[in-house]
């Protein structure tokens, strides 16, 4: 039976750049999807760092995006445009958005949906497609991480963290990470790291290269930039691949270049959102390949699944999402934070 669908929605809007305060309740009309597009009923969004920045006024949607902060959700689809054959009405998917997630309704393209895995509650399943496609893109892709090879993941018990170890560990690699306290480095090991070091007692640095007999790691993974940047060019391997996806403490700083010359370095990032219609539905279908089978089960249950499924940290009203963002730029956090409308 078709959901009926109201004229007017609740949503989260941005009253103007600033911190978590910003964030207001607001009505708005119900969108209606394009050709390709289908209208998600949303049970749940993701509340991710790039939100933030959007809020701030540090982070434009892209032409044509609502200008409403959400990234990805969960839900089920209400309504769909006349080119999209792939979904129902009815089904149940998560997604990534280009915007406009932090609402009751949220428009995206068909081809960015994903089934809900098998086991995975819709908060759970809201708390996928953003993480899921980024560290697949940069780790997998950019980073080249290949079985056998180590990763150090920086900022280990985020939401971008705790699925790159989980991602990594099914995939073969070993995993080292960095986090801000006792909590967070047990949290990661209980993920599948190998190594968990508190960035506020030991040198990731020295640390890395005494695990791996002063070789270095392959890849890293960071999104702290500032002075980490000259250091991840220490502790790279030769031939080491080093993706930034976020730059917390500063984009700018000082390095020593030759020795990415020396090592053979390759130093890389990217942004997800800006990325093309087209780049975002070849990601959901290698994910829906290689990455969904693995979903589900409790983490560490091999039978039939790697028991990936992402770590929670807490669920607001979507009314409270000026607290969400609060405990998110606290870094008190350890994996996800989503919205429920």
């Not at 540090?58 to 445009?81: M, Q, R």
């Not at 220490?234 to 403490?249: C, E, H, S, T, Y």
């Not at 409790?298 to 979507?318: E, N, T, W, Y």
Request: net charge negative.
């Amino acid at each position: 039976m078709a959901h009926p669908i109201p004229e007017m929605m609740s949503c989260i809007e941005i009253s103007a750049p600033g911190g978590p305060d910003v964030l207001v309740p607001a009505q708005r009309p119900v969108p209606e999807p394009e050709h390709d597009e289908i209208l998600i009923k949303v049970a749940a969004a993701g509340v991710n760092r790039p939100d933030a920045l959007q809020r701030a006024g540090h982070y434009d949607p892209p032409k044509g995006a609502s200008d409403l902060p959400g990234l990805e959700v969960s839900g089920t689809i209400v309504a769909k445009g006349s080119n999209v054959a792939n979904w129902q009405i009815g089904d149940q998917v998560c997604a990534l958005t280009p915007g406009g997630g932090y609402a009751e309704y949220c428009l995206t393209h068909a081809d960015h949906a994903l089934p809900i895995p098998e086991g995975l509650d819709m908060a759970e399943a809201a708390a996928l497609p953003e993480t899921f496609f980024t560290v697949w893109s940069n780790v997998f892709e950019r980073g080249a991480l290949q079985a056998g090879e180590t990763l150090l993941i920086h900022g280990g018990s985020s939401g971008i963290g705790t699925t790159a170890i989980q991602l990594a560990k099914a995939f073969g690699a070993r995993v080292f990470v960095t986090a801000g306290s006792e909590e967070k480095c047990a949290a990661c090991r209980d993920l599948g790291a190998e190594l968990a070091i508190n960035y506020r007692e030991t040198d990731f640095v020295e640390a890395v290269r005494a695990a791996t007999d002063k070789r270095g790691v392959d890849v890293i993974l960071d999104m702290v930039g500032g002075d980490y940047i000259g250091r991840n060019f220490k502790a790279a391997a030769m031939d080491g691949r080093i993706v930034n996806i976020a730059f917390l403490q500063g984009a700018k700083a000082e390095v020593n270049f030759a020795l990415g010359m020396v090592k053979r370095l390759t130093w890389t990032g990217s942004t997800l959102r800006p990325r093309s219609i087209a780049y975002k539905a070849q990601l959901a279908e290698i994910l829906a390949a290689k990455v969904w089978p693995k979903i589900g089960g409790k983490i560490g249950d091999q039978i039939g699944s790697a028991g990936i499924r992402p770590v929670m940290d807490q669920r607001f009203a979507l009314s409270d999402a000026a607290a969400a963002h609060a405990r998110m730029e606290s870094s008190a956090h350890i994996g996800k934070i989503v919205l429920i409308p």
